[in-house]
């Protein structure tokens, strides 16, 4: 059973391109997480969606900053217009749905995507 | 608002037991996690707390303590293999989904 995959691992853009960021979850898991990774700094939650639903995106920036997870194919994180305060780890998680174990809810995180902005 | 704490660094040498705390103040709880996180790696979950009271797994344990908002990570016969970070983590939305995480604890374990 494969796990979380992102990718790329590793992408570098320069100041005004745009950056997609993909993850597919681990089969069966229908919830996907991402976060945001500043060195020597915690992970910071970005958005929470489900297959074609945005649940919670309060961690995410009001502008350029976009998320999906359509019913086929991975999840992507799309940044417009890069600054080079946008250079970060991102991380993807994904968890099952399960109502039994709704709070114990366990995360698998993806080996992240390293963004750099020139 | 919501915060969490821990220590940003600890050492310890291989063998020995380290205990690595975490305050957290959140507007709601319903769970703590633990994840080890290796330079360059993916977060891997460790435990889980919702209840008072120690868990235990192996050579790792966690305590929660919901009233004094505080947990601990417990590693005993330390390894050098057990040198990453280690981040606390609650799931402050009883509604949902939502986690958030400490900054996490670098432990060096030195031989």
């Known amino acids: 059973n494969a796990g979380v995959m992102q990718n790329p691992r590793h992408l570098v853009r320069r100041r005004g391109q745009e950056a997609r960021l993909r993850c597919s979850p681990m089969k069966g898991h229908s919830h996907v997480y991402w976060y945001r990774q500043l060195p020597e700094e915690g992970l910071k939650f970005m958005v929470y969606l489900q297959k074609e639903n945005i649940i919670d995106e309060s961690g995410m920036p009001k502008e350029r900053f976009s998320a999906e997870f359509p019913k086929e194919g991975p999840s992507i994180l799309r940044i417009q217009q890069v600054v080079r305060g946008d250079s970060a780890a991102y991380f993807c998680?994904?968890?099952?749905?399960?109502?039994?174990?709704?709070?114990?809810?366990?995360?698998?995180f993806g080996a992240g995507t390293r963004l750099s902005v020139l | 608002g919501q915060n969490i704490d821990q220590p940003t660094e600890m050492t310890a040498t291989e063998g020995a037991i380290v205990q690595i705390n975490c305050t957290y103040q959140t507007s709601g709880f319903n769970g703590l996690f633990w994840y080890q996180q290796h330079a360059g790696e993916a977060p891997t979950f460790l435990s889980y707390n919702v209840l008072d009271g120690l868990e235990e797994k192996g050579r790792f344990s966690s305590f929660l303590s919901r009233s004094k908002g505080y947990s601990y990570l417990l590693l005993k016969e330390l390894q050098m293999k057990d040198s990453a970070s280690y981040l606390c983590?609650?799931?402050?939305?009883?509604?949902?989904?939502?986690?958030?995480f400490g900054a996490g604890t670098r432990l060096f374990v030195k031989a």
């Open positions: 998680a994904s968890s099952p749905y399960s109502l039994a174990g709704l709070a114990k809810n366990i995360q698998y």
């Open positions: 983590a609650v799931r402050a939305d009883t509604g949902g989904f939502k986690t958030i």
